[in-house]
């Protein structure tokens, strides 16, 4: 799983203090920071780093203008089908409405579109057949 971890507004962290937290939780890193103070540091990881996002998010919380995006990307080798989430904080705190993921697509997809297309025309409560492709789609199926 590759993953891009962006910190802005956090002049006083440095690309050294971010490669050398993350050590042992990404591998393969780089990381850098731009003419403007922008962190950068990428990676990979076997799985979501949720260690390394939490350690940066820690850093973060007593900067109120830091602004931290947790870019994750992932393949057919990392999960059933690709797709990426994007995980943005302020000050350490989520910030869930500028989060986002992308790409999860629900191992019946053709079938529960058919279901709704199929309800669409008669055959079947288009409510349940609806809600089951959304629920799908966004991962909150139960």
Known sequence: MGQTTTITNAPDLTAEQLAELADGHVYDTT????EDGTHH??????WM???????????TEALPEATTTVDEEWDTRDADEPGQTISRYRAGALL????QVNGLVPGDLPTAIANV?????GDGDV????????D???????
């Open 96 to 99: 869930s409405q500028a989060s």
């Open 41 to 46: 540091v990428q990676g990979n990881s076997k």
């Open 31 to 34: 990381a850098w920071t731009d």
């Open 127 to 134: 409510t349940e057949s609806v809600t089951w492709l959304l």
């Open 136 to 142: 799908g789609l966004d991962g909150t199926r139960v």
């Open 117 to 121: 297309r199929a309800a669409l025309a």
């Open 49 to 59: 780093p949720d260690e390394w996002v939490a350690a940066v998010v820690s850093l």
